[in-house]
T-cell receptor, first 114, second 114 residues
Framework: DAKTTQPPSMDCAEGRAANLPCNHS???????VYWYRQIHSQGPQYIIH???NNETNEMASLIITEDRKSSTLILPHATLRDTAVYYC???????????????FGKGTLLTVNP | DGGITQSPKYLFRKEGQNVTLSCEQN?????MYWYRQDPGQGLRLIYY???????QKGDIAEGYSVSREKKESFPLTVTSAQKNPTAFYLC?????????????FGDGTRLSIL
């Protein structure tokens, strides 16, 4: 699986958009980008994933560059509850549908300030 | 509510004891996983199962054992052979579908050695 690079920490004001970048310059054509977050002492929470098109759900938007070498997770209106470590993961999906091993790096600690 | 239930939340083990961590899901997912997380580290895959009565070793299976007798359940036993068992253990599940389906996590069990 391709390696990802994320800033170790970011701050955001409550109510503003939080834009979390992720670099995955070695991504290959069959690798998806996944985002999770983990609040202290809880299990990781799935946020969103995508292959090459931008994606949006009730939690966030995922913007993937045209060359797929980087992506940005956008939390449109950050709240204090969004303070967490955010993980960007790139994972190959095999044609047979096998689904295993997420490799979590160190992620970005997002702190939302009042 | 559908989800993944891990129990207990906290577990203490004496030296030389085996302990079993419970993981139950009511999401009708085929695949289930066990990860270990150490302080400040990412997740490491212990075992995974893509179907009932079948499971495979992950990256750090030594000292651990699992069973998958029911689709809903994937218990993990930490044996006395695991020399450094103190960690945060996370169970996850996913549907197989097209293979890009995300893994969803429980809230974890924190194991400590007395």
């Amino acid at each position: 699986d391709a390696k990802t690079t994320q800033p170790p920490s970011m701050d955001c004001a409550e109510g503003r958009a939080a834009n979390l970048p992720c670099n995955h310059s070695t991504i290959s054509g069959n690798e998806y980008v996944y985002w999770y977050r983990q609040i202290h002492s809880q299990g990781p929470q799935y946020i969103i994933h995508g292959l090459k098109n931008n994606e949006t759900n009730e939690m966030a938007s995922l913007i993937i560059t045209e060359d797929r070498k980087s992506s940005t997770l956008i939390l449109p209106h950050a709240t204090l509850r969004d303070t967490a470590v955010y993980y960007c993961i790139v994972r190959v999906v095999y044609s047979g549908g096998s689904n295993y091993k997420l490799t979590f790096g160190k992620g970005t600690l997002l702190t939302v300030n009042p | 509510d559908g989800g993944i239930t891990q129990s207990p939340k906290y577990l203490f083990r004496k030296e030389g004891q085996n302990v079993t961590l419970s993981c139950e899901q009511n999401l009708n997912h085929d695949a289930m996983y066990w990860y270990r997380q150490d302080p400040g580290q990412g997740l490491r895959l212990i075992y995974y199962s893509q179907i009932v009565n079948d499971f495979q070793k992950g990256d750090i299976a030594e000292g651990y054992s699992v069973s998958r007798e029911k689709k809903e359940s994937f218990p993990l036993t930490v044996t006395s052979a695991q020399k450094n068992p103190t960690a945060f253990y996370l169970c996850a599940s996913s549907s197989q579908g097209a293979g890009n389906q995300p893994q969803h996590f429980g809230d974890g069990t924190r194991l400590s050695i007395l």
